[in-house]
Structures are given as C-alpha cells and as structure tokens.
C-alpha cells in the first residue's frame, strides 16, 4: 500500500495534505506550520545526502541565508512577503553557487567538515561583522504588507501558503529524482568513477544539484523568517545541523515521502516529548543509535515493506 502510495503524485499529496490537516486542527497551527517548513528543509537536504550521497554538516548556512535574504529585504528595502521569500530564495540558491564551485569538488568527511566551517563563518558574519543589516544577537523584527485576504499575519493563511508550498516542493522533487537527471544522480552516489568512464562530467551533475539543495533549503529559511515574523542567529546556528541529519535518518534517506515522515516525527518528539520527559535529549540518542544499526532505511522505508 505505502509503495503505491509513493508511486502516485496525486496519492502523495492527499497524504501528506490529510497528514497536516489533521495534525494541524487537533494542536496548533502556527506549531504545524513550523513542521511543515522544517519538512522542505529536509527535502532540500535529503537531495544531497539520500540522492546524491554526500553528508553535509553545514547546510543551516543556507538555511540561514534564506532566512535573512528574506529577513533584511523585508526590514531594510519594503516588506513585501513576496518579494521577500523570492530573495530569500535567490540568496540561498547564489550562496551555493558561489561556495559549491569548490564545496563540490570535494567529498565524504571533506565535504561535511568544509560545509560545517563556511557554516561557522556564515554564523559569524551575521553576528558581528553583518550586525548593522542582521540586528546581531537581537535579530530583525519583521512586518509584512497585507493584501486583502493574502495576510501573512494571519495564522491560518500562513498554515495554508505553507503546505501549498510543501506541496509543490514535493512535486517538483519527485519529477527531478524520477527523471534521467535523478537517475544519473543516483548512479553517481553507487559509482561515481564508472559514471565518468560513462563519458559524463559527475561535477556539473553534482554542482546542479548542490545549487538546487541550497534554493530548497533558502526557501524553508525564507518561510521560517515570514511565519516567526523575526529571524536571528539561531537559524544559522552550525549546532542546529543535526536536527536535520537526525530527521533524514529518522523517516529514510533517499525518498521524499521520508523525509516529509522524518521531518514531522523529529519535530514531534522535540516539542512534545520534552513535556514528559526532562533529559528527552538522551532518548533522541539512543533513537539514533537504533536508526543507525537496526533501521537504517528509516520509518518509510520500512512501511514501502508492507
């Protein structure tokens, strides 16, 4: 049932929609919209690591990138939400560009620990050197413009413009890994050497992918600042990079369905175990101990099995 699921676009998305829905009336909006933004991080990061098999330990720089692209638009320039997110966008998508010439070229722990440095360096920058345009430590206060009933002050729109837009990232992810491109990508994370004995140039096809992630991922942050109307240092915070990693290990490396999965139960278990449990933090490790060397293929992974 689950693989037939994964197959249909239109099945996808009833369940993902009927998903949030749910969840959504039986707490909080405002909470449920923080979960579903948190779920495109982990698709934009997922493209990298279950599809193209690279581990980054710094992807919350374009996180961050997206949320202050969209953050100092609004403050400084005219607090347009539209106009604010697509610079959001940009910003994440220009700032892989420019890293990922050499970020790319590199690979495994190199990869990883290069990503965490330009990271720290990002959270720095915001910090201190940027401190005029980011507020610092205080961050930036933000108002959006309304236009009639498009309302980003109100709750339930930005509930509604938050899972179209999970909607949309779904599909077009899904036409991107299911592609030749996607297969290609794929063929590159089991045998890179024999895909350029293939005559293809794997950089480009990684390049692409990295700029695509880091669009992804500066969406997400660009969501983040208009649904918290503030955006700070915590979202560029490199402690924050194993969140994500956690989450994608959580629902299944490699499917987009899995990391929406992994995504919603790792924000599940942050915000409402804690209320039961004081050290809920220990029961995170040893959850990942578990997914590490029992259930490596996550939550969905092993559903696609029944």
Known sequence: MFSKIEKSPIL?????????LLYGYATSLPKITDFIIFCIFVIGF????????????????????????CGMFAYHVYPDPFLSILVGVL???????????????TSAAAFALLNLALNEVGAYLALSPLHEWT??????????????????NDSTFRFYFCLGA?????????????????ILLKSIKENETRVKFLGYNTFVYKYVTFIISGAIVGFAG??????????????????????????ALMGGAG????????????????????????????????????FAFWFRKGIWGYARKL
Not at 52 to 58: A, I, R
Not at 94 to 99: E, G, M, Q, S, V
Not at 269 to 287: C, D, K, Q
Request: glycine share 12%; with cysteine; hydrophobic share 55%.
């Open 166 to 182: 999970l909607l949309l990232v779904i599909l077009v992810v899904t036409a991107f890994v299911r592609s030749p491109y996607g």
């Open 255 to 290: 499917t987009v369905l899995g990391a929406v999965v992994g995504g919603t139960a790792f924000m599940t278990i942050s915000n409402y175990l804690a209320s039961y449990i004081v050290r809920w933090e220990m029961f995170l490790g040893v959850a990942l101990l578990a």
């Open 46 to 69: 997922d493209l990298l690591y279950g599809h193209m098999g690279q581990l980054s330990f710094g992807h919350m720089l374009y996180l961050g990138a997206g949320a202050y692209g």
């Open 91 to 105: 910003l994440g998508a220009a700032l892989a560009a420019l890293l990922g010439t050499v970020v790319v070229k």
């Open 222 to 247: 660009a969501l983040t600042s208009v649904n918290l109307a503030y955006c700070n240092t915590s979202l560029i915070a490199p402690t924050r990079n194993v969140e994500v990693i956690f989450a």
């Open 135 to 152: 507020g610092g430590e205080d961050g930036l206060s933000l108002f959006f413009e309304s236009y009639g009933w498009v309302d980003f």
């Open 12 to 20: 996808t998305l009833a369940l993902v929609t009927v998903l949030f």
